[in-house]
């Protein structure tokens, strides 16, 4: 099993468009957890972390949920510009000292 | 520009030969890593260092690579021998994680060198 497993895309949706995006993660013993960006043939750049009680930043709401080992990513009213690949990424402490494990990413296209 | 830069941007070698690259993190940021992605997969973890010091190995890294960072500045990364299966795209990031440890640490990623072996 994939360490950050997600949805798989590609995601085709209206202008406008509520859309979510989830992610599960296997090692229960992560400790941060972020959502990033990733434009075609361009680096990732973070969009947001997430945190326990949830957070939301302007149109985008991120969710976590422990229990589960669940991540969530919902946009709102969706842009053009929002086309993208959306990579989950989880942060690891245990035994490593600190690197990030990216998902494979979910691609999400906005039609006009 | 302040960011993380990367050097070459493409590289194209025969099955074979040897490359370096060259990674510049931004000047206060104390760790820098090293990822490869492939076409439809995330960025899957090289290395990392803190400061000098590599701190970790994936097991993805053959002993065909080696990276170093001899004074904590900037790193290269080089791959002996390449194979076709070399070819991807080789992203470095930084981050400054000075003092005590942090569990939310912002990378930002170089643009990358995309590797073609021939």
């Known amino acids: 099993r994939k360490e950050v497993e997600q949805d798989p895309g590609p995601f085709n949706v209206p202008e406008g468009a509520t859309v979510a995006f989830n992610c599960t993660y296997s090692?229960?013993?992560?400790?941060?957890f972020f959502w990033y960006r990733q434009d075609c043939r361009k680096e990732p750049k973070l969009l947001m972390s997430?945190?326990?009680s949830g957070n939301e930043d302007g149109r985008f709401t991120a969710q976590l949920n422990r229990a589960s080992q669940y991540i969530s990513l919902l946009i709102r009213d969706s842009k053009l510009s929002d086309s993208a690949t959306y990579l989950c990424?989880?942060?690891?402490?245990?035994?490593?000292?600190?690197?990030?494990?990216f998902g494979k990413g979910t691609k999400l296209s906005v039609k006009p | 520009d302040t960011g993380v830069s990367q050097d070459p941007r493409h590289k194209i070698t025969k099955r074979g030969q040897n490359v370096t690259f060259r990674c510049d993190p931004i000047?206060?940021?104390?760790?820098l890593y090293w990822y490869r992605q492939t076409l439809g997969q995330g960025p899957e973890f090289l290395t990392y260092?803190?400061?000098?010091?590599?701190?970790?190995k994936s097991r993805l890294l053959s002993d065909r690579f080696s990276a170093e960072r001899p004074k904590g500045s900037f790193s290269t990364l080089e791959i002996q021998r390449t194979e076709q299966g070399d070819s991807a795209m080789y992203l470095c990031?930084?981050?400054?994680?000075?003092?005590?440890?942090?569990?939310?640490?912002?990378?930002?990623f170089g643009s990358g060198t995309q590797l073609s072996v021939l």
């Open positions: 990031a930084s981050s400054s994680n000075r003092g005590t440890r942090s569990t939310n640490e912002k990378l930002f």
């Open positions: 990424v989880v942060m690891n402490y245990g035994g490593s000292q600190g690197n990030l494990i």
């Open positions: 997430v945190y326990s």
């Open positions: 000047s206060e940021h104390n760790r």
């Open positions: 090692n229960s013993a992560s400790q941060s």
């Open positions: 260092f803190q400061n000098e010091a590599q701190l970790e």
